[in-house]
C-alpha cells in the first residue's frame, strides 16, 4: 500500500486506475500524467520504481490542484457564500438542500439535523 499526495493507492491496481483515486484527478489527467513519465499502460503501482513514485508525485503537485487545496478552495467557496448571505450561503448554513429539492417529504437527513 502506498500514499501519494494523501491518497491511500493499493498495490494491485494500474497506475491510471489508482491515480484517480487522488482527490482532484480524474480517468483523463491520469492519463495524461502516465504518458508525460513515460509509464506503460499496464504497469501496476507495486512495480513502480521510489524514482517514479517522486516524479508522479512532484508533477501532479506542480501541475494540479489536488487534496487539501482543493478542499480548503471549497470550503472557502462556500464561506463566501455564507458571508455575502445569498440564498445557497444561507441554506449551506441551514444544512437544508441547495439546488432546489423538494424537502417536504425527502431530505430526511438535512431535517433531521435541523431538529436536533
Not at 487539501?68 to 450561503?89: H, M, N, Q, T, V
Not at 437544508?96 to 431535517?111: F, I, Y
Amino acid at each position: 500500500m502506498l500514499y501519494i499526495l494523501g491518497a491511500r493507492l493499493v498495490g494491485d491496481e494500474q497506475v491510471r486506475i489508482a491515480s484517480t483515486k487522488m482527490d482532484g484527478i480524474g480517468p483523463k489527467k491520469a492519463i495524461r500524467v502516465r504518458y508525460r513519465l513515460g509509464i506503460g499502460g499496464n504497469i501496476k503501482i507495486k512495480e513502480l520504481t521510489k524514482y517514479q513514485i517522486d516524479q508522479i508525485e512532484q508533477m501532479i503537485g506542480q501541475d494540479h490542484v489536488v487534496h487539501w487545496e482543493l478542499k480548503r478552495g471549497e470550503r472557502a467557496d462556500i464561506e463566501r457564500l455564507i458571508s455575502i448571505s445569498c440564498y445557497r450561503g444561507i441554506r449551506h448554513q441551514d444544512g437544508s438542500p441547495l439546488r432546489g429539492q423538494r424537502t417536504h417529504t425527502n431530505a430526511r437527513t438535512c431535517r433531521k439535523l435541523i431538529r436536533k
